[in-house]
């Protein structure tokens, strides 16, 4: 009898997804055609269009470089507020929610943009909708894909935004007290709408597509969706050779990817670098890398400056560039020291201002893959093999910042994958990674912190500077020798111009203390990895013992 209850209450609940999902296409194209039949549609506005309607904005800051700034409510991603389809069922919640949506939007002059996923050939499509209020969304955000050549009536993806009376009121409130609604409808078609309530944080957007993408690409039997960067060297190697290298780099967002990535290695004569993605992209079966983002760079900019990263510094100071929630003081000068408004300080900055953005956005394969994290106990780098990197990867472990959970800035973390946004079950996931680069034996692997080793008066800084040369080195493939550390993991043995100390954090503990401190650590990454379930390959859920 009991069994018999528990097979028809997931029959309602089955049956109850179903109708909502229905109701997210219906009310998403209804909100749509009704607007343009009214005449309050702005369908498909010219940049410089949508400039003139963002700089009437009260919340809008125009610099004395000329290009605008915004404040976001909230000033972060809004994990905790978002539930898609395939890991939650949807019921009445969802309804009241949809209903809302439509009452509000009904009333709005509404924006509408269509921007291609990738490559224009691709052909695939997302349309951004949302109210007047938030243009500064579809400004910044629209620069950050390729326009869209071909009108269509049923794009693969929908993502729209609205506001109620507790928008302004959310501004008062502690970040885990708002009222945020945030639901991602997963179609069977592969079809993705995303309806985001009382969000005008610019990143909403592109994480719609990303989450889209990361279901429909392992779906389709593709490949795999990777919160990553790319990026392409062509350097001279330390045996005199020219080569062409390309790597990913993952991190959790605000650990240092995009200033990595952007960093230029290039220094000699014939060599060149450049910055391929920033921020997602998946990697297919044969080892191939396709980004998505053909028109910018969505990138944190807190505490930015020419000497740590040039490019990015001066690529800020474009009119063309669009800031979110960095302060500007009543001179028009940003202020990229000032951490009162929020330390989670963004900007888009379209491609072709940073001289060094590959006209491309895809490499045909993959040569070094860089997970970042930050941990007292890991060494600035080392080497890792394919299992300790799946392992880590399914950890993600590392610090958390502003631009995830602001209540938890500061703290260590897991993120599955460095991707808070990530669809489906976990151990399928991990084992695609696994199988993807199994089949790649020329890939190497390597773990990079960014943080610091040691603690206390022990502590020591791993700078930018550091973590550039050591990037230096291996990218020219300098680095001969490694050697086993009490991490688990390899270390160099040396490089130059960097302190072999930071490659020995075991050297700032006594011998017992530092044994005793990796031992907890590796029994914590054994049960955060046996949460992932029995499904996970073997040999990833015993690589800690």
Not at 4 to 33: A, G, P, Y
Not at 74 to 101: M, V, Y
Not at 180 to 192: D, E, F, H, N
Not at 421 to 434: D, L, M, P, R, W
């Amino acid at each position: 009898m009991k069994s018999l209850l528990i097979l028809k209450d997931l029959d309602h609940k089955f049956f109850m997804t179903s109708f909502v999902l229905k109701k997210f296409l219906e009310i998403t194209q209804n909100t749509w055609k009704r607007a343009l039949k009214e005449k309050r549609l702005i369908d498909n506005p010219s940049e410089s269009e949508l400039k003139r309607i963002v700089e009437k904005q009260p919340e809008i800051k125009k610099t004395r470089y000329g290009n605008l700034c915004t404040k976001s409510e909230p000033t972060s991603r809004a994990e905790r507020f978002t539930k898609n389809s395939i890991d939650h069922s949807f019921g009445k919640e969802e309804i009241e929610f949809l209903k809302e949506c439509e009452r509000t939007l009904s009333q709005e002059r509404l924006i509408s943009i269509d921007r291609a996923v990738g490559k224009k050939e691709e052909g695939k499509i997302v349309r951004l909708t949302l109210p007047l209020r938030f243009a500064h969304i579809a400004y910044g955000g629209g620069k950050l894909f390729l326009r869209s050549q071909k009108k269509t009536k049923n794009p693969d993806y929908e993502i729209i935004f609205f506001f109620n009376e507790n928008f302004e009121k959310n501004k008062m409130k502690p970040f885990s007290e708002k009222d945020i609604t945030i639901r991602i409808a997963i179609l069977p078609s592969y079809k993705v709408i995303k309806i985001v309530k009382n969000s005008s944080y610019i990143a909403e957007f592109k994480k719609g597509i990303f989450c889209a993408e990361d279901w429909t690409v392992k779906e389709k039997g593709e490949g795999i969706f990777l919160h990553t960067s790319c990026r392409e060297d062509y350097l001279k190697m330390a045996d005199g050779q020219y080569k062409v290298i390309r790597s990913l780099i993952v991190a959790l967002t605000g650990n240092g990817k995009s200033t990595l990535t952007s960093k230029i290695i290039a220094k000699k004569e014939r060599e060149i670098s450049w910055i391929i993605q920033d921020d997602g992209g998946k990697v297919l079966k044969d080892g191939s890398f396709k980004g998505y983002e053909g028109g910018g760079f969505y990138i944190k900019v807190e505490k930015v400056s020419p000497s740590d990263n040039r490019e990015i510094y001066y690529g800020l100071h474009y009119k063309e560039s669009f800031c979110e929630n960095i302060k500007v003081n009543e001179k028009g000068e940003f202020d990229f020291f000032s951490l009162k408004q929020t330390p989670n300080a963004r900007a888009i900055i379209p491609r072709n201002i940073l001289l060094h953005a590959s006209p491309h956005i895809e490499v045909p394969k993959i040569d070094n893959f860089f997970l970042i994290a930050r941990n007292p106990l890991l060494p600035a780098v080392a080497k890792l093999n394919l299992e300790q990197a799946t392992a880590l990867m399914t950890l993600g472990q590392s610090m958390e910042t502003e631009a995830g959970d602001p209540t938890q800035a500061g703290k260590m973390r897991n993120v599955f994958f460095y991707d808070p946004f990530v669809v489906g079950k976990k151990a399928f996931h991990a084992n695609i990674f696994y199988e993807i680069f199994k089949n790649q034996p020329w890939v190497n692997f390597y773990l990079l912190n960014t943080g610091e080793i040691g603690e206390g008066k022990k502590f020591l800084d791993i700078s930018v500077k550091k973590t550039t040369k050591i990037l230096d080195a291996i990218l020219r493939q300098k680095v001969k020798k490694w050697k086993k550390s009490p991490t688990g993991f390899e270390v160099p043995e040396e490089i130059k111009g960097i302190n072999s100390i930071f490659f020995h954090p075991e050297r700032l503990y006594s011998k017992s203390e530092f044994e005793k401190k990796q031992k907890k650590l590796n029994q914590v990454r054994k049960e955060c990895i046996e949460k992932i379930g029995e499904r996970l390959h073997p040999k990833i859920k015993n690589i800690f013992g």
